[in-house]
């Protein structure tokens, strides 16, 4: 089946130690999302791709990188992790811009504790 | 700006019993979409339900509706006959429908329990 796999599901990494967190997508779509969701809180845009397109939004912490190599794959890099930064990190995807009726596809997200 | 607010933290509905959740809006944008998403305690987004702002028609996906009325700015969802297995959180969003790659805008989240 078509879908979008995050990994890992839980990561646990130290105060101020760099952390990558993958998501793969096999539905060939156009677009890749980042969102954080912290305890009990509603899912905050990070950033997304469109294609190779990087679109940042305007108050996400320059801790938060993206890198996209390929259609498939999407990566967030966090630089040095606070404790604030501990969340559930949500990859989505959706197809081209035309669709925009077209819902976004959630990976089961990663849950990112930090010691 | 978009915004989302969902005034239920908590419900508790007896199963079998129809519950809505309620969602209003607030946008700028003269197109909008409209989501509903089901998070159970694993964390996965599960997309209920769409409805775009210039639909004549609310929206129905099995048991799921949308009471769309737009001069209220209001989308609740209606989830009929409930089960067990809708015990969860549930999102509304929404995002503009300008042809662009905009993320979703997400309100706070409604917490749904059944009871047996």
């Known amino acids: 089946d078509a879908m979008v796999i995050q990994n890992p599901r839980y990561q646990v990494t130290q105060f101020g130690k760099p952390v990558t967190l993958s998501c793969s997508q096999t539905l060939n779509h156009n677009v890749m999302y980042w969102y954080q969701q912290k305890s009990s809180q509603a899912p905050k845009l990070l950033f997304h791709?469109?294609?190779?397109?990087?679109?940042n939004e305007a108050d996400t912490p320059d801790n938060f990188q993206s890198r996209r190599p390929n259609t498939s794959f999407c990566f967030l890099d966090i630089r040095s992790p606070g404790l604030g930064d501990a969340a559930m990190y949500l990859c989505a995807t959706a197809p081209s811009l035309a669709q925009s009726n077209q819902p976004q596809h959630f990976g089961d997200g990663t849950r990112l504790s930090i010691l | 700006a978009q915004k989302i607010t969902q005034t239920q933290p908590g419900m508790f509905v007896q199963e079998k019993e129809a519950v809505t959740l309620d969602c209003t809006y607030d946008?700028?944008?003269?197109?909008?979409?409209l989501f509903w998403y089901k998070q159970p305690s694993s964390g996965e987004m599960i997309f209920l339900i769409y409805q775009g702002s210039y639909d004549q028609q609310n929206a129905t996906e099995g048991r799921y509706s949308l009471n769309f009325q737009k001069a209220r700015k209001s989308a609740n969802l209606v989830i009929s006959a409930s089960q067990l297995g809708d015990s969860a959180m549930y999102f509304c969003a929404m995002r503009p429908d300008d042809g662009g790659a905009d993320g979703l805008t997400f309100g706070k989240g409604t917490h749904l329990i059944i009871q047996p």
């Open positions: 791709y469109y294609d190779k397109d990087f679109n």
């Open positions: 946008t700028s944008d003269p197109s909008y979409g």
